[in-house]
């Protein structure tokens, strides 16, 4: 089918993602895509500057990744995982072990990002449950947060500002704090400490856990935050019997400039949510992995086992290309790659200071975000990227990128010459 056919056929019945049905615009057609190039079927070829939602780490058709999936298909592509276990997924839950902060000893390999925290909050339910401690069922976070589009994980984004408020009143009711002030590099607020200190201690009783995402705030508004707020946050929780979850779908396998942002303040959660980079983009896949603390307060519940079972857990296709993944990140290439592109989105968006639309500019690993002082109009911006050959996804008043860590120099500055040319255009 040519382009016209294929759009015509995806209006009438393919629903994109935070779209409307029928779409109101049309979606580029993608025939290929190769290293961190999209191929459009009009023949042109954007660089993505999205890791396609973050996910795409090594770019596309890595040779690695490649031989891995099809090594794999020509053994199994799928088995049960209930009552059966296979070498893919003991190796990737070992290497998951070994690679995340010290203590997290136990992996649940699910779906997608949304269902590893649907998969976490059930841990910290019934660990408490377990306990005889029923009434801590409520969870508690900082506003700003995203943390996926299932219920559970709604009811602890932003209440206000997310694309979730519609649902007030049938969520569940969580307690929120004040986001955490903004800079990865300004010290902590002790007043904002104050803050913290006040809610874990006054919801004590009824909180489960505390759930964030460390250091970076993703889809709710790409803030970052001082990594010393996790550090309270690990104090406060433990002083006060509540668990901590740590949100690192986005965040994990380097993004930020460690392996996992929780290293950058050098503490532990009691529950660890990845997912996104985990296959490098390749196939659906997140995990859930906790202490053997909470693994043990749920197996002397009365139910004894995590009431949780998808259908595709532990994928052997899903597990052999995050493997593959995760060895091309323990070859540390990433560990030089990131700071490279930090630098040059540091470079080549630092003139968007000058700019009167631009509100903020901020920099980290290989994340860059320009914040406008109004809403971005994507038709407009979309217009404009991909006239400089960059595939860009703004979203309310962010012009941001998250580019592969493959992304070179010269594609780097592609990037941030289309961000500063939405930014002027806007």
């Known amino acids: 089918m040519d382009a016209a056919?294929?759009?015509?056929?995806?209006?009438?019945?393919?629903?994109?993602?935070?779209?409307?049905?029928?779409?109101?615009?049309?979606?580029?057609v993608v025939t290929e895509a190769s290293?961190?190039?999209?191929?459009?079927?009009?023949?042109?070829?954007?660089?993505?500057?999205?890791?396609?939602?973050?996910?795409?780490?090594?770019?596309?058709?890595?040779?690695?990744?490649?031989?891995?999936?099809?090594?794999?298909?020509?053994?199994?592509?799928?088995?049960?995982?209930?009552?059966?276990?296979?070498?893919?997924?003991?190796?990737?839950?070992?290497?998951?072990?070994?690679?995340?902060?010290?203590?997290?000893?136990?992996?649940?390999?699910?779906?997608?990002?949304?269902?590893?925290?649907?998969?976490?909050?059930?841990?910290?339910?019934?660990?408490?449950?377990?306990?005889?401690?029923?009434?801590?069922?409520?969870?508690?976070?900082?506003?700003?947060?995203?943390?996926?589009?299932?219920?559970?994980?709604?009811?602890?984004?932003?209440?206000?500002?997310?694309?979730?408020?519609?649902?007030?009143?049938?969520?569940?009711?969580?307690?929120?704090?004040?986001?955490?002030?903004?800079?990865?590099?300004a010290a902590p607020d002790p007043s904002y400490v104050d803050?913290?200190?006040?809610?874990?201690?006054?919801?004590?009783?009824?909180?489960a856990a505390v759930i964030v995402e460390p250091v970076v705030q993703g889809a709710?508004?790409?803030?970052?935050?001082?990594?010393?707020?996790?550090?309270?946050?690990?104090?406060?929780?433990?002083?006060?019997?509540?668990?901590?979850?740590?949100?690192?779908?986005?965040?994990?396998?380097?993004?930020?400039g460690a392996m996992f942002a929780a290293e950058h303040a050098g503490v532990t959660p009691d529950v660890l949510c990845v997912g996104k980079a985990l296959t490098g983009g390749y196939l659906t896949m997140a995990a859930t992995l906790c202490t053997p603390e909470i693994a043990r307060g749920i197996s002397r519940g009365e139910l004894p086992v995590l009431a949780h079972g998808p259908t595709f857990m532990g994928n052997p296709l899903a597990s052999a290309v995050a493997n593959a993944s995760l060895g091309l990140l323990a070859d540390g290439g990433w560990k030089s790659d990131v700071p490279r592109i930090e630098a040059g989105l540091r470079a080549g968006l630092e003139p968007a200071r000058d700019l009167p639309s631009v509100a903020d500019v901020r920099v980290l690993g290989a994340i860059g975000v320009l914040q406008l002082d109004h809403p971005v109009d994507m038709a407009v911006a979309t217009e404009v990227v991909t006239g400089h050959g960059v595939w860009l996804r703004p979203f309310r008043d962010l012009i941001y990128t998250m580019p592969p860590f493959v992304t070179g120099d010269a594609d780097v500055a592609a990037i941030t010459s289309a961000m500063l040319a939405v930014a002027e255009k806007a």
């Open 5 to 28: 056919e294929l759009l015509s056929l995806d209006a009438q019945h393919v629903w994109h993602p935070y779209g409307p049905m029928p779409g109101t615009v049309a979606p580029l």
């Open 35 to 185: 290293g961190v190039r999209l191929k459009l079927a009009d023949g042109r070829e954007l660089v993505d500057g999205m890791s396609s939602w973050w996910a795409a780490i090594h770019g596309y058709r890595h040779p690695v990744l490649d031989a891995a999936l099809a090594a794999q298909a020509a053994k199994m592509s799928h088995v049960m995982f209930g009552g059966l276990t296979h070498e893919p997924a003991i190796r990737l839950a070992k290497t998951l072990v070994d690679l995340s902060p010290a203590g997290l000893e136990h992996v649940f390999l699910c779906d997608s990002g949304s269902v590893s925290v649907e998969v976490a909050v059930k841990m910290c339910l019934q660990y408490w449950q377990s306990l005889g401690r029923k009434g801590k069922r409520r969870l508690l976070t900082w506003r700003g947060g995203y943390h996926g589009d299932t219920f559970t994980p709604m009811s602890v984004c932003d209440p206000e500002g997310g694309m979730h408020s519609l649902w007030r009143g049938v969520l569940p009711d969580q307690v929120f704090v004040p986001a955490p002030p903004a800079g990865f590099g």
């Open 195 to 207: 803050v913290l200190d006040e809610a874990i201690g006054r919801h004590a009783d009824e909180l």
């Open 220 to 256: 709710g508004g790409m803030r970052f935050h001082h990594p010393g707020y996790l550090r309270v946050l690990r104090e406060l929780t433990e002083a006060h019997g509540v668990l901590l979850v740590f949100d690192e779908i986005a965040t994990g396998f380097g993004r930020t």
